[in-house]
Structure formats: C-alpha cells, structure tokens
C-alpha cells in the first residue's frame, strides 16, 4: 500500500489556494465593478462566480469558495450575504467597499503579483 492510502487528510497546496483566493478576489473586483459601471446591484450566481474564477485556470469548486470566505477578510469584506444558489457582494445595499484604501484603490493587482510569488517560491524558481 501507498502512504497516501493510509493518510485521508492530505495537506492542501498552499500555492494553489492563495491563487484560488486572489483569482476569487480579482473576479469579485470585476463584478463589483460592471455592476456599479452598469447601475447594477451586484448580485451573481455562485456557479457563475466559480465558473468566472475557473476560467482564470484555477481549480476552484464551492468548497473552495467556502474556504476562501471563512479563511480570507479580503473575501468576507467584498461578499455581504451568500447561498448555495447566489452571492450578493458590497453595493447591492447602501454599503461601500469597506477595504483599506490601498486595497480598494489596487483592484486586487497586488494581490495577485502575491500569490504569483508564494507559487514561484513554491515551486523552486
């Protein structure tokens, strides 16, 4: 028998969650974004949202997006209420984005040259 058949809890890839989480970040920007551009309420479907953050070419899945909610204040600062079905995001109320200003100013650009680093890092490179 193999190691990994003994051991179910295989440690996640660090690398690949911080990139599931900035692409997640960069796409809940865009959709804020068109929304407020439009006069929209920002409001997407979730499988609409983690097919828009597989495009970016990361594996990402609703346990996934669960994670990055729970784990990540970035995420919880930009999703106001969310379901199985729909997530509604800063601005479908009266709220703003209440991120630092730095952070709302970046578009989640320095979030993403992050994890491009935490993954070279990762990968010996």
Not at 5 to 10: K, Y
Not at 13 to 42: C, F, H, M, Q, W
């Amino acid at each position: 028998m193999r190691l990994d058949e003994f051991d179910t809890a295989v440690p996640t890839n660090i690398g690949a969650r911080l990139e599931g989480i900035a692409s997640l970040l960069t796409v809940l920007y865009v959709v804020i974004s068109k929304a407020k551009t439009d006069g929209l309420k920002p409001v997407i479907s979730t499988d609409t949202l983690i097919s828009m953050v597989n495009n970016t070419g990361v594996l990402f899945d609703y346990s996934a997006f669960l994670d990055a909610y729970e784990n990540n204040q970035g995420v919880q600062n930009l999703i106001t209420n969310f379901s199985k079905d729909r997530v509604e995001l800063v601005g479908s109320t009266a709220d703003e984005i209440h991120t630092p200003m730095t952070a709302a100013k970046d578009s989640g650009n320095a979030v993403s040259r992050i994890a491009k680093r935490v993954v070279k890092r990762n990968m010996g490179q």
